[in-house]
């Protein structure tokens, strides 16, 4: 599966920087858990089993919960069981249609 997600802080003292450091440090936890990911300038998304990358989510949420006593968390998701790679595949084989090519 594929979960492309955006959470971010929506309490801070100093709204700019805190925000920025509380996102970085849910992207920390996206890169270090070992998952194929992206990040983009509006969503990071992660691939892998249903169980993985919700706990992924879940830590992300948690670190950004440490500096904000309240956390906003948009999540969707695409349930493909049998398939890897998607987050490759998808975009290939979008650019062969806009080559052209199918």
Do not use: Q
């Not at 955006?6 to 996206?30: I, L, N, Q």
């Not at 858990?33 to 169980?51: H, K, Q, R």
């Amino acid at each position: 599966m594929i979960i492309a997600f955006s959470v971010a802080p929506t309490e801070t003292p100093d709204s700019t920087a805190e925000m920025a450091g509380a996102v970085a440090e849910a992207v920390r936890v996206v890169r270090e858990s070992g998952l194929p990911n992206e990040t983009n300038a509006m969503f990071t998304l992660v691939e892998g089993e249903w169980d993985e990358v919700m706990d992924v989510v879940k830590r992300a949420c948690a670190a950004v919960a440490e500096v904000s006593p309240r956390v906003s968390l948009v999540l969707k998701a695409d349930i493909r069981p049998g398939y890897s790679d998607r987050i490759h595949g998808k975009v290939d084989s979008l650019e062969r249609y806009l080559k052209g090519e199918k």
